[in-house]
């Protein structure tokens, strides 16, 4: 048999020769085709919902958030399996799909089944959102934004170049799904009330929560401090009282800090800010 094999291909030299070439190509080819990776991302299909309640502890965002999307869930097609976390303020339903599912159509699933389940939750709550198409090995790239030497700037003006500037042109970039920033001050208010104060002019808190929603206003970023003000004026008719109080004679005004373990970092070199970016799936 060998003998046959060996003669066979010393009499026909040219198709021996045509034949190891076709294969030296396609596997050159293939090599150059395959996607090499130091750290292969293995991970599989999943869709990521969020849900953010501030002010519920986590046993209540389980009863009252976690479960009814999980839930909704149930029946998807190609649905290999829901897990979930529920933390303080903050509610996380995974989804695992079968290998090979499109991504694209599991969100627009996903997107689907949270549409009629927005009406079952708590009134007050953040609305369910789908989280970005990464994986945890998407994060490709972190940086610090800080104050050049001699020059002043404030936490809020460095949150405000981060998020304006740096941050819009990252997203226009091929390839990147989602860019997060960490630190610095929002321009957002803060009342403090003080219960002395309401109680001395016999206002109840839920007066004093109807007034700002009845006098507050959307205006761009560079109204901002026109909206402090016209907050901190803001009128509320006192019960026994002959005359009107503003807001800012029952508590303090200050800025919203971000805290938790990425909050504003501030050493010897200036200022500092953090932000991410995330690399679409695939």
Request: net charge negative; aromatic share 8%.
């Amino acid at each position: 048999m060998i003998r046959t094999l060996i003669d066979c291909s010393l009499d026909n030299r040219f198709v021996v020769l045509l034949l190891v070439s076709l294969l030296v190509g396609v596997r050159t080819w293939s090599m150059l085709q395959l996607p090499i990776d130091a750290v292969p991302d293995v991970t599989n299909v999943q869709v990521q919902i969020l849900t953010k309640a501030p002010s519920l502890g986590a046993e209540e965002i389980e009863r009252f958030i976690t479960f009814p999307i999980e839930a909704a869930m149930n029946g998807i097609p190609r649905v290999e399996e829901i897990r979930s976390v529920s933390q303080f303020g903050l509610s996380a339903v995974t989804v695992v799909f079968a290998d090979g599912t499109d991504i694209y159509w599991a969100r627009q699933l996903i997107s689907e089944r949270l549409s009629g389940v927005r009406d079952e939750l708590l009134e007050g709550v953040g609305a369910p959102e789908i989280g970005p198409i990464s994986t945890g090995l998407g994060e490709i790239y972190q940086f610090e934004v800080r104050a050049a030497p001699g020059y002043d700037y404030t936490p809020m003006q460095l949150r405000e170049i981060l998020d304006w500037q740096i941050a819009y042109q990252l997203r226009g970039v091929p390839g990147v799904i989602e860019v997060n920033t960490f630190g610095g001050e929002l321009k957002t208010c803060e009342i403090q009330l003080d219960p002395q104060k309401l109680q001395n002019f016999d206002i109840p808190l839920s007066r004093v929560l109807e007034a700002l929603r009845e006098n507050n206003a959307n205006a761009g970023g560079g109204y901002l401090v026109h909206i402090l003000r016209f907050l901190k004026e803001t009128r509320i008719d006192a019960a026994c009282r002959s005359r009107a109080i503003s807001v800012d004679q029952t508590g303090l005004f200050s800025p919203t800090w971000q805290y938790g373990a990425w909050a504003l970092r501030s050493d010897k070199e200036g200022t500092q800010l953090i932000d991410s970016s995330w690399l679409l799936v695939g």
